[in-house]
């Protein structure tokens, strides 16, 4: 069986005096779109900033191409090949869209190959071809998060970590956005964990999701498997099922069966 390109094992880890991830473990195999799903404080977000080092966990150990992640500087495991496109977009506000895209580039050493990652970034995401001299503080909120993927994509990634990258767009833009991941992955064999509360859209692109509440996994499954459960259908769907009486399905009994 192959190893998992990144593997959890058992991960506690704190936002400030919470403890936010309690023993959670992941498999993510290589050359897959794998998502978080989970209500808002669920601790999707802070396992992401653990996998990237910003979070320092206190037990548990996490392993990237069999190397071990903990303890490891943020900026070393970007040099790994993993990166992390945090919620909120943060790109570089006052500089340009192409400078923005050139930091990206930091881990390349050949300015050709840059160049070459740089007419892929503009065939993935056209718009931001045409905005090329701007700056990024004025580009539109679904520009600014293409703009923060495309960056990303610039340090060719063999793992991305996405945390709410349809958060405030427009439908048009949402279904354009999980358009590129999809594409991200099956054309540049890109492996990616998203964390994202639009649950269709995500278990649609999905092949393999894990959902969290209170910080532990109360569920998994095969994406389209989790799609058809009622439990995910009515409270992550909005498509109540037949067979559940009164609402009162979503309990935490049911879900650690």
Request: hydrophobic share 40%; proline share 5%.
């Amino acid at each position: 069986m192959q190893e998992p390109l990144l593997e959890l094992s058992n991960i506690e880890a704190y936002y400030g005096p919470i403890l936010a991830v309690q023993g959670i473990s992941l498999h993510i195999p290589e050359g897959s779109i794998v998502t978080l799903l989970g209500s808002n404080g669920a601790g999707k977000s802070t396992i992401l900033k653990t996998i990237s080092g910003v979070v320092e966990p206190q037990k548990g150990s996490i392993r990237f191409d069999g190397k071990n992640l903990i303890g490891m500087e943020p900026d070393r495991i970007v040099n790994l090949g993993l990166l992390h496109v945090p919620e909120g977009r943060e790109v570089f506000p006052f500089l340009s869209v192409r400078e923005n895209l050139m930091l990206g580039a930091f881990r390349l050493h050949n300015r050709e190959q840059a160049r070459g990652d740089l007419d892929r970034m503009y065939s993935n995401f056209p718009v931001l071809r045409e905005r090329l001299g701007q700056a990024a503080q004025s580009l539109s909120g679904g520009e600014q998060q293409m703009l923060a993927i495309a960056r990303a994509l610039m340090a060719r990634p063999r793992l991305l970590l996405l945390d709410e990258p349809s958060l405030g767009l427009s439908p048009r833009l949402v279904t354009e956005i999980f358009a590129i991941i999809r594409r991200i992955c099956t054309e540049a064999g890109t492996t990616i964990l998203l964390v994202e509360q639009n649950a269709h859209k995500a278990l649609e692109i999905a092949d393999y999701g894990y959902v969290v509440e209170n910080g532990r996994i109360v569920m998994e499954g095969a994406a389209r498997d989790l799609a058809e459960k009622p439990d995910i259908r009515e409270f992550y769907l909005g498509k109540k099922d037949s067979s559940v009486r009164g609402g009162h399905r979503w309990k935490r009994k049911k879900l650690w069966r």
